[in-house]
């Protein structure tokens, strides 16, 4: 770490699933950390047995940072943390940087960056591929939109909680590789579960049909963490939620309006994502997509662990 880099004080929004594994990171990788405080007190506690400094406001984190990462839902989420009463628009300083590591509209970036810039803030999106498990190593893919010297300025910190980083272009260009990845990786997701739904209809069975897909060509990492679920009932594999998944084919389904391309097969798998969605509960993951796409086709593709029948 660069003397300059070291100066740098952090700041750190959005505690959750895959945020506490970066913040952890970014402490234990020698950073001074203020983060804003939840309900969840499990991983803030965490954060301050590592040494983190808690904030009761947005607006005390940005006052007490230089660069502040930001890792939350969507952009509705983002816009009322900078725009909000005590957000951080608020306690910026010219000169700071904020990050969005969030999958946000790229509408809503270009907005945000536009706002920010004219109170000479920088900001970057760097959204997040990988799961929980790779946000605690260390190890998360992120695609970042910045200019040249923003990046530079910002790399060494995404490097603490980051094992692959490409700068794929200026500001909002993270966000709209973000939600073209997140296209491919959930049409994944609804072949998988419209196969493994017919499969079973024709009396092949999901042992049966993965037996011939793993270790073939059409393998891939995400195929084998998607049929964890449906094979062994291990709801952890992939805990990335079906709400959130919905919510990205949507902001992909406004990017391709606002390009004026047409896009069935995004429209056709955000509509899997939707009927899921609807049923509900709301702790589901992605995986669980072919429990459902099987319900409705009259097939029981609810996994069995422990010789007991699971629940979603």
Not at 153 to 165: E, F, L, N, S, Y
Not at 298 to 306: A, E, I, S
Request: proline share 4%; with cysteine.
């Amino acid at each position: 770490m660069s003397t300059t880099a070291a100066n740098e004080k952090i700041g750190f929004i959005g505690l959750g699933l895959m945020g506490h594994g970066i913040a952890k990171n970014i402490v234990d990788k020698g950073y001074g950390l203020t983060f804003l405080g939840r309900k969840n007190r499990k991983p803030a506690d965490d954060m301050l047995g590592r040494g983190a400094r808690e904030a009761a406001t947005a607006r005390e984190v940005a006052e007490a940072s230089d660069i502040v990462f930001i890792c939350v839902t969507g952009s509705r989420e983002v816009e009322a943390i900078i725009r909000g009463p005590g957000g951080l628009k608020e306690g910026l300083k010219k000169g700071s940087v904020v990050v969005d590591c969030s999958t946000s509209d790229p509408v809503s970036t270009m907005a945000l960056a536009t706002e920010l810039k004219a109170i000479g803030v920088d900001y970057v999106d760097a959204p997040l591929s990988r799961t929980p498990k790779e946000a605690w190593e260390g190890t998360l893919d992120a695609m970042v939109g910045a200019p040249d010297a923003v990046f530079a300025r910002v790399k060494p910190v995404i490097d603490t909680w980051a094992g692959r980083i490409v700068h794929i272009g200026d500001t909002g260009d993270g966000h709209r590789m973000k939600l073209l990845n997140n296209f491919i990786s959930l049409g994944y997701a609804a072949i998988y579960s419209e196969a493994l739904a017919l499969a079973q209809k024709v009396g092949i069975s999901p042992p049966r049909f993965d037996s011939v897909i793993r270790n073939g060509r059409m393998d891939c990492p995400f195929y084998q963490t998607f049929m964890r679920w449906t094979l062994e009932g291990d709801r952890d594999a992939h805990k990335f939620s079906i709400a959130n998944a919905f919510k990205d084919l949507t902001y992909l389904e406004s990017m391709a309006g606002a390009a004026g391309i047409a896009n069935p097969l995004g429209n056709a798998t955000k509509n899997s994502f939707a009927g899921a969605f609807a049923a509900g509960p709301e702790e589901q993951f992605v995986p669980m997509l072919a429990t459902h796409i099987g319900k409705v086709n009259g097939v029981d593709l609810m996994p069995t662990k422990d010789g007991k029948k699971q629940t979603i």
